[in-house]
């Protein structure tokens, strides 16, 4: 005995089978895809994160050396002489400062030039500002000197005025 659809059995079995292997190979592809993909974005997470790494060591060494510019600043209001030389000394650290800015590898290389003009503003700053004390001190001694040469004045003329009445008696 022999089947009579046996044609049509063998086109639905085959058309079954194609299904169940584009499926199968659906499934296959996302299971590849689900584990495949995350290695890649992993890479990408970890060069972001060796990159935000890396920029965070820098701001902790270009804040240490910025605290060693601070110290310098804040000897410049005790110096009485060799001011020049210290200010220099200090440009000379924020020019090194400056040029140690990697150009490539960082995200906002602007806020650290900005820093580093700021710190040159405030020496200027204190330059000026130790120039009108300088200024000050003098105005005042002037001052002084001009109220000794005004009583000196006015003895010498008391003593004038005592000689040219003598003389006239």
Known sequence: MEVLNKKERTS???LFLLMFVITVGLLFTAFFYSYKLPWK????????NQKIRYEFLYQKQFMKSLESVDKQ??????T???YFFLEQSINADLI???????KDSL??????ENLILTYKKLVDAKRDLKQVENAREEIKDLNDQIAEYEKEINKLSTALDLSQRLNRN
């Open 12 to 14: 639905s079995f085959l």
């Open 41 to 48: 974005e992993n890479e990408v997470l970890r060069a972001e």
């Open 73 to 78: 600043i804040d000897s410049l209001d005790k």
């Open 80 to 82: 009485r002489e060799g």
């Open 96 to 102: 090194d400062l400056k040029s140690d800015i990697p």
């Open 107 to 112: 995200e906002d290389r602007s806020m650290y």
